[in-house]
Structure formats: structure tokens, C-alpha cells
């Protein structure tokens, strides 16, 4: 590739992520997504049925989801389950249809949905749940169900099953807020279509005497005794109940209602993190700026004025015959490389669509679906830099090379998740995959991403291998002893502690979403601090290289990669941290769920940020030896 066309590549990839930032600052002032594809308002007239659907319910002390109509609640005769797409399913999300029939602005009162015969085994079971707290999640037209946030202008999704003293909620107030439809230009506009923008809830525990005085004791809820399960006589009769108000709301806009599920004083601390994280990238970039501009412009000037000088250097310079000499299990560092940079590439893209709108929370499980559809077709990147590099390094075992970059990562991923996934299975939680669910995803890596990763090695074998200036003299130079602060697991340990710190607050409200339920739709705040992260990973590596380098220590791969990568150690450890203050997890299942899940989320930023910094490195120590032998 001329120098010409690489440098319109770097402009037009300048500007396209230019022009991604600028969209990333205009959606977080909007506050969410600029728009969304695909998607636009169902208009509903007087009287039109409205589907309530039922989804799951949580809880943060068990993280064991259980689909709603296993519970002993009232179902409908048939139960009908709504198309999932894959990341629905992998999520635990079970979309079925309520018995709880609405009609658009049709008002209820104390409506008697059933009564459901409370055996030992459902008492027991409803004791359990309401002892970990566990919340319902319902849908109406896309939104998730909600509960206002006392002294806060706030919704929080999500509505509880009970309370701890075992006191069950069985009467429902449903608050549907709607306002007028706006249709587009081009299509006829009417007077009496409404859209829907709020889907509130408010539950009550009500203690009624059967079913058919439930409707005229319920008008006197508020002075009735709440229902308590330890109170239940075996086989006795729980009465559910429910009511529908519609609300007329002019503040809420069909294109802004995910506005309301939007903690107050988010937005500062999101900038708060990114004005923290800019602060050490600065710190970093005047560090290179000093190293690139002073002390290797002084080097190379030496270099010039006296060829015989380089013999009595000390230093990075004296390593040209030693720098390029291969790492210790090359292929292993192929792999991980590979590895990596699919994960990157995936990440890179997912983060585009979520910016640009492609991917929101009103689409159920398109995140992960494409998460999943994105990194098995990035197989063919991971096959081509992991072989790229390999042959770089002399290796001649190219088929060894490429099973294990398709099969070592995704394969201990696939471990983990099937060993997770059988407790869930034995509990008869709605997180468990179907078999035929497990089946799926083990096809697309086998079918779809091990023939990309060959593909890709295949292309990679075919082009001239990649070459380092000068050439490996045949016996390694002693390396001297190193100061204590190069000490390679201080060294590494360290290095970790910044690309961290650019993304940990950040985390929190990524675990938030995940573990307590709450939708994340912030994507252009994550997009930016997605940046930083690269930005830093890559100048924290490249210092690390130099001081290494600059104590006449060559054996720099490995430690390239591990010095950002190591930033997944302090992730596992946030995770921990995390779990002791912010959950009260008590179910010995649910704590090899969470700690198993983070693993499997630390081993892709682990690699993913390892080869951001080995790529940096690679390119610094390939320009400045090449600087040399130039000269």
C-alpha cells in the first residue's frame, strides 16, 4: 500500500470518527438515541386492545430470573409466547401474554382477574421470592413497567412482587399515560390515535374473602388488612385483582418516553468520568510528546553525526539486532492478538450502531444479538491478524495457529457459559438457554466463525509476511539487571491501573443495567469513554515499551500486551467490590452466576485491551528501529 493511499485511509477514518464523536455529544444532550430505525409509533383509537405482556421477574439478592407464569399467579388458558430474537432468550427474557385484557381509554376498577389455590409447594414458593425481593418486570407497546421514584421526578423499572415481611402484592393499578398521535407528513393525519409513553405501575397487598366478594371489598382496599402468605391455610384461595387508569401526558413525547426511566444526575457524573479520564490522557500524551519530540529526536541526531557512536550507545539504540527476536510461545501471543483484535473490532461496531440508534432498548435483545452475530463474523479478522503475526514470527505450525485462534477464546467463553448455565437449568429459571438455544450459538462459531478464522489465516498466508527493520543476530545479548520500578509484575500492575480508571465509573451503570434490571441507553457517553480507554491502553503501553527498551531490556511482547491488559485484573476486582455493596446476593447459585458472568466479561476486555497496547507498541518500535536503520 503507497504512502498516498494510507494516508487518505487514516484521514477518512479521522473523519468518520470525528463525525461519531459530534454525534455521540448531540446524543447525550438528547439525552439517548438521535433515532431509531426501524421503529415508529403504533397509533391507538378508543376502545382498540392493547396487548400486556409478562416477562420475568428479578432480584438482586437471588440473580436467578424466573419466568412470571411459573409463579402461582393467574394465567392465561393458553399461554402464547411472543417471537424472541437470540439475545432475548440468552438474556432470560420470556415475553408471554397477560390474562389481563386492556382496551385502549376503557377505565377499570377492581377488576377480578382469578383465584389461584395456594398448596404447600406454591406458599413455600412465593415465601422465597418475596424473602429475596423479587420485582416484576411487565411490557406495554415496548415499554417496561414502572414505579415512580418517591421525591423524584423518576421511574425505576420494574415493580415488586412484595414486600420481606412475606406480604404479597395482588391488586394491580395500571397507569397508562398516552398523548396524541403525530403522524408523519405523508401519511393521513386523525384527530382520535393516541400513543402510549408511560407504562406505570402501583401494587397493593389487599386480603379478600374468595372471588366473588373480592370486586366490592377491593372499592375499600386502603382500609382492608394486606395479604400475608404465612398466614395462608393450605389450598386456601388467593384473590388477584386489578385496575386500569389512562392518563393524558403533554410533557412526554413519543420520541423521548425512555426519558422517564433516566435517573436524575446521571449526566454529571457520566461527564464527571470523562473529564477525569481526558485528564490522564493529557498526562500521558505530554509524557510520548516528550519522548517522541526530545529524547529519540536527540538520539537520532547522534545517530547522524556519528555512525561509529551507536556502538558505544547505551540504551533502546543498541537492541536493533535484539528487539525483533520472537517472544517466548509465540503462537500463544498470535492467539490472544487474534483473539483481541475480534473482540475490538466487534466492540468498535456495536458501539456505532448503539450510537447511531440501530440499537436501543426498545428493540428487546438486539444488543446482544448483534454482540453475538457481530463477533462470530469477525472471525475472519482474528484468523487474519493472529497468522499475520504469527509468520512475522517465524512459526511454521499455521494450522496449529489458526484451530487455536478459533477454537481456545470462543471455546473457553462456551465452557464457562454451559457450566453456568446448568444450575439455571436445574432451578428452572427463564436465564437458562434451551437446548435448542445452546445449539444455535454452538453452530454459529462452528459453522460460521472457524471457516471465517481459516479464511482469513488462509488470506494472511498469502501475502509477504510481515518484516522488521534490520535483521536477529543468532545469540541473545545479556539483558542487565533492572531497577525495582521495571519489575515486570510491578511494572504490568501498574501500567493496568490508568485504562481502568478511564472506564470504571462508567462500569458501575453497565453492572447496574445488568444485574438490577435497569436499561442503559447512554451509548454516546460509553462511546467516548470507549475512545478514551483505546487512547490510553495504547500511551500507556508505548511508555512502558520505552522505559523497557531504554534499560536495554528487548524481551518487550509480551509485556506490551499484559501492561493494558492487565486492566481487566482491576475490573474483576471492581466486580467484587461491587458485589459486596451494591448487591445482597444470599443464593450460593446466584454467587457462581455473578462471579462466573464476570469473568467471562473481564477475559474479553483482557484481551481485548491487551492487543490495543500490543499494536501501539508494535507500531512505535517498528517506526523508530526503522528510523535507524534508515539513517
Not at 402501583?202 to 402468605?229: F, I, M, N, W
Not at 448455565?421 to 436445574?426: E, Q, R
Not at 476486582?573 to 451494591?582: D, E, R
Request: proline share 4%; charged share 15%.
Amino acid at each position: 500500500m503507497s504512502s498516498h493511499t494510507s494516508k487518505i485511509i487514516i484521514g477518512v477514518s479521522g473523519l468518520f470518527v470525528l463525525f461519531l464523536v459530534v454525534v455521540s455529544v448531540v446524543s447525550i444532550y438528547r439525552e439517548g438515541a438521535l433515532f431509531i430505525p426501524g421503529l415508529a409509533p403504533t397509533p391507538y383509537k378508543k376502545g382498540a386492545p392493547i396487548t400486556l405482556d409478562v416477562n420475568k421477574v428479578t432480584s438482586i439478592h437471588g440473580a436467578i430470573p424466573y419466568s412470571y407464569h411459573s409463579l402461582p399467579v393467574c394465567k392465561p388458558d393458553k399461554l402464547v409466547q411472543e417471537s424472541e430474537n437470540l439475545g432475548a432468550v440468552i438474556t432470560g427474557n420470556r415475553l408471554e401474554e397477560s390474562k389481563i385484557k386492556l382496551a385502549f381509554l376503557i377505565k377499570k376498577e377492581c377488576e377480578v382477574l382469578c383465584g389461584v389455590d395456594y398448596t404447600e409447594a406454591r406458599k413455600k414458593q412465593m415465601q422465597e421470592l418475596l424473602q429475596q425481593e423479587y420485582q416484576v418486570q411487565w411490557q406495554l407497546d415496548g415499554l417496561p413497567a414502572a414505579v415512580k421514584v418517591k421525591g423524584k421526578d423518576a421511574w425505576k423499572t420494574g415493580f415488586p412482587l412484595g414486600t420481606k415481611e412475606n406480604m404479597l402484592n395482588n391488586h394491580i393499578v395500571i397507569s397508562v399515560h398516552y398523548n396524541k398521535h403525530r403522524a408523519p407528513s405523508s401519511e393521513k393525519k386523525s384527530d382520535d390515535e393516541y400513543n402510549v409513553v408511560l407504562f406505570g405501575i402501583e401494587p397493593h397487598s389487599v386480603k379478600y374473602t374468595d372471588v366473588t366478594h373480592a370486586q366490592a371489598e377491593c372499592a375499600a382496599a386502603e382500609t382492608r388488612d394486606g395479604l400475608s402468605v404465612n398466614k395462608l391455610k393450605t389450598n386456601e384461595t388467593v384473590v388477584f385483582t386489578y385496575s386500569v387508569d389512562w392518563v393524558e401526558d403533554f410533557r412526554t413525547e413519543w420520541t423521548n418516553r425512555w426519558h422517564n426511566y433516566r435517573s436524575s444526575g446521571d449526566s454529571q457524573i457520566h461527564w464527571f468520568a470523562i473529564v477525569n479520564s481526558l485528564m490522564v490522557i493529557f498526562v500521558l500524551t505530554g509524557m510520548i510528546a516528550v519522548i517522541l519530540a526530545k529524547t529519540l529526536r536527540n538520539d537520532f541526531l547522534k545517530i547522524a553525526d556519528d555512525d561509529e557512536q551507536l556502538t558505544n550507545e547505551t540504551g533502546w539504540k543498541t537492541l536493533s539486532t535484539n528487539v525483533f527476536r520472537a517472544p517466548r510461545l509465540p503462537i500463544l501471543l498470535s492467539v490472544l492478538v487474534g483473539s483481541g483484535f475480534q473482540v475490538l473490532l466487534m466492540a468498535v461496531v456495536t458501539l456505532i450502531f448503539s450510537v447511531l440508534g440501530f440499537l436501543s432498548p426498545a428493540n428487546q435483545g438486539s444488543l446482544m444479538t448483534a454482540v453475538l452475530v457481530l463477533y462470530v463474523w469477525m472471525g475472519m479478522a482474528a484468523g487474519y491478524a493472529s497468522a499475520r503475526l504469527y509468520q512475522a514470527f517465524g512459526g511454521e505450525n499455521t494450522t496449529k495457529n489458526t484451530l487455536m485462534t478459533a477454537l481456545l477464546f470462543p471455546g473457553t467463553i462456551f465452557a464457562i457459559a454451559s457450566i453456568l448455565n446448568i444450575p439455571l437449568a436445574v432451578r428452572g429459571s427463564s436465564g437458562a438457554f434451551p437446548f435448542t438455544t445452546s445449539l444455535a450459538i454452538f453452530a454459529l462459531w462452528v459453522c460460521i466463525s472457524v471457516p471465517l478464522c481459516y479464511l482469513g489465516s488462509r488470506f494472511a498466508r498469502s501475502q509477504d509476511p510481515m518484516h522488521f527493520p534490520g535483521t536477529v543476530q543468532l545469540i541473545p545479548r545479556d539483558i542487565p539487571e533492572q531497577p525495582w520500578y521495571l519489575n515486570p509484575v510491578l511494572c504490568v500492575l501498574m501500567a493496568g491501573l490508568l485504562p481502568f480508571g478511564a472506564v470504571f465509573i462508567e462500569l458501575f451503570f453497565i453492572l447496574t443495567s445488568i444485574w438490577m434490571n435497569q436499561f442503559y441507553f447512554l451509548f454516546g457517553f460509553l462511546f467516548l469513554v470507549f475512545l478514551i480507554m483505546i487512547v490510553t491502553c495504547a500511551e500507556i503501553s508505548v511508555v512502558i515499551c520505552y522505559f523497557q527498551l531504554s534499560n536495554m531490556d528487548y524481551q518487550w511482547w509480551w509485556r506490551a500486551y499484559l501492561s493494558s491488559g492487565s486492566s481487566a485484573f482491576y475490573m474483576y476486582l471492581y466486580g467484587i467490590h461491587y458485589y459486596f455493596t451494591a448487591l445482597s446476593i444470599t443464593d450460593g447459585v446466584a454467587k457462581l452466576l455473578y462471579f462466573g458472568y464476570m469473568l467471562i466479561l473481564c477475559l474479553g476486555f483482557f484481551v481485548m485491551t491487551g492487543t490495543i497496547g500490543f499494536l501501539a507498541c508494535l507500531i512505535f518500535v517498528r517506526r523508530i528501529y526503522k528510523a535507524i536503520h534508515q539513517d
